[in-house]
């Protein structure tokens, strides 16, 4: 009999045990739920201490009580939690809340035998795989949700939308959106307007889906879904190539809004409005200010480097190289920041090139002014500046520079398009022996010239093949050859480096070592080949140092 008691009061113990877990961990990711609700667009600190506190809550749960009958639910909690805080996060892009989120609701689907849960962890895959730009996953998720809750049904196929318009398959949107109908409350009616007008934006009626989004201001007048209404219809503004409507649209929210988040948004499509209007001071300032309210999400980033892009466009380098500075030391992953240092590393070069050119006189000169000119063609396109530049040394009779700006002329529309084949069948014939002809054979599909195996990449081949069999001397000879060739500059920098090793596995004079690093440290130093001289040349100081005694 005690025993017997004993056994039930033990048990009763744990039960309460794993639900006041389970408990806990709902209380917490509730109060978090409803903080976000009354503050959509600003995320607090303390956010974070109640989500982590459901998140350990519910793997408690799963993990001391693989049996108990909140389970499921703690599973569906646990994938519900993760997936606020990757959207409520303060550092960083969510990215693995996201995926661990992914994974607890697959888990509720493996689990479970309730459609109710298979639901609502289909719902939350969708938009854990949504953050994750996983759009097919999402759909795939998102289309199994059944009918059973209407308004859960109906939300599920405005995500699956959504998920659509990410996979560029604005078609599929548009079927879907033609079996649906404003319904389920306002705020649902008025989401079903925002993402009808994007749905229209994307098939190439942006003017159109302006106006629809704008409908949804008819079903509410504040809150998230009022805000995102505006901000879409800006988008579309903006699309439609109508910025001042844009503008419009944005100072209406301007006057109702204050979040730092809400206003980095606004703040950033008012830059792109501006900008497209032609006001770059105004544009300057927007994208500013967006970047200063916002400094760990990607609407900041994007920001910084809008208005480096303008900053270089006024020639205002120095700001502008700054600028891209600031954006890529931010902390996340976002792709704004990997563009910006991409940027920052070309736009470097570009006036490296360019003062060094104004500087230097002769050959030199002409080939900074090649490097720099293609530069500007990779940092602006073909515009007039570039081109002109490419005219100018063209002009410059120099066997191989003047033919690569006529080749460069030729391929980026800056001669007439029924010129194009002559102009380039002339560079081939002319310069036979070099890469730049072997380019153009590839590019008009005509047979390589029997000139072909002297051309100074296949020089540079047949080089180290006899590197490969020890034959050093036999290799630096090439090697030396190509170096003095009028076309080495095609392969320069690689054929430098072999020649180094040549030269140091012949134990050649010190000097003549030396001066393949010196030459790829001084003029190719961003090339792999630069970065190694560099690291040796640094490593030969080290050991020449004297000891201190």
Not at 299 to 307: D, M, V
Not at 321 to 329: K, R, W
Request: aromatic share 8%; charged share 30%; with cysteine.
């Amino acid at each position: 009999m005690c025993r017997s008691l004993l056994a039930a009061v033990i048990m009763l113990f744990a039960g309460c045990a794993y639900y006041n877990t389970f408990y806990n961990a709902r209380e917490s990711y509730e109060e978090a739920l409803e903080f976000a609700r009354e503050n959509p667009d600003d995320p607090a600190s303390h956010e974070k201490d109640l989500l982590d506190t459901a998140v350990e809550g519910a793997g408690r749960v799963l993990a001391r009580y693989p049996e108990s009958r909140w389970v499921d639910d703690a599973q569906l909690l646990l994938g519900d939690a993760l997936l606020l805080r990757g959207k409520r996060t303060l550092v960083g892009s969510g990215t693995s809340d996201f995926q661990q989120a992914m994974m607890s609701f697959s888990s509720v689907l493996v689990m479970t035998e309730s459609r109710d849960f298979k639901d609502r962890a289909r719902l939350g895959l969708g938009r854990a795989a949504m953050e994750l730009e996983r759009f097919n996953d999402a759909a795939a998720a998102l289309q199994q949700v059944s009918a059973d809750d209407r308004r859960r049904h109906a939300m599920s196929r405005l995500l699956l939308c959504e998920a659509y318009l990410g996979a560029a398959e604005p078609e599929m949107a548009a079927a879907i959106m033609d079996s649906l109908h404003p319904a389920g409350g306002d705020s649902l009616e008025a989401e079903y307007y925002i993402t009808g007008g994007r749905i229209l934006a994307a098939l190439g009626m942006p003017d159109s889906g302006a106006v629809v989004c704008l409908k949804a201001l008819e079903r509410v007048d504040r809150g998230e879904v009022y805000y995102r209404a505006l901000v879409s219809s800006a988008e579309c503004w903006i699309q439609a190539g109508q910025p001042d409507r844009a503008s419009f649209e944005l100072s209406r929210l301007l006057q109702g809004y204050r979040s730092d988040r809400e206003m980095a948004d606004i703040s950033l499509l008012k830059g792109r409005a501006d900008e497209m209007a032609g006001d770059t001071a105004a544009a300057l300032t927007a994208y500013l200010d967006a970047a200063e309210l916002d400094t760990y999400r990607e609407t900041g980033a994007e920001a910084l480097y809008r208005r480096a892009v303008l900053l270089e466009h006024a020639e205002r380098f120095d700001e502008a190289l700054e600028t891209l500075a600031d954006c890529y030391s931010r902390p996340g992953d976002f792709m704004w920041l990997r563009i910006s240092e991409n940027r920052h590393r070309d736009l470097e070069l570009y006036r490296s090139y360019s003062d060094s050119a104004q500087v230097t006189s002769g050959e030199m000169a002409l080939k900074l002014r090649l490097l720099a000119a293609e530069k500007r063609l990779d940092l602006y396109g073909p515009d007039r500046q570039t081109l002109e530049e490419f005219r100018e040394i063209a002009d410059e009779n120099h066997l191989l520079f003047s033919a690569m700006a006529q080749v460069l002329l030729a391929e980026n529309g800056g001669i007439p398009e029924d010129s194009v084949y002559n102009t380039l069948l002339s560079v081939a014939g002319n310069i036979p022996a070099s890469d730049l002809a072997g380019h153009i054979e590839e590019t008009l599909g005509l047979s390589p010239h029997p000139l072909h195996n002297t051309r100074p990449s296949a020089v540079l081949e047949e080089a180290w093949a006899l590197l490969e069999e020890k034959k050093w001397e036999e290799g630096w000879l090439a090697l030396n050859d190509l170096l003095n060739s009028p076309f080495s500059y095609e392969v320069r920098a690689e054929a430098l480096w072999a020649a180094y090793v040549a030269a140091e596995s012949a134990r050649m004079d010190g000097g003549t070592v030396d001066s393949y690093l010196e030459e790829l440290t001084e003029h190719y130093p961003d090339t792999p080949q630069g970065a190694e001289a560099a690291l040796r040349r640094a490593q030969g100081l080290e050991e020449e140092e004297p000891e201190e005694e």
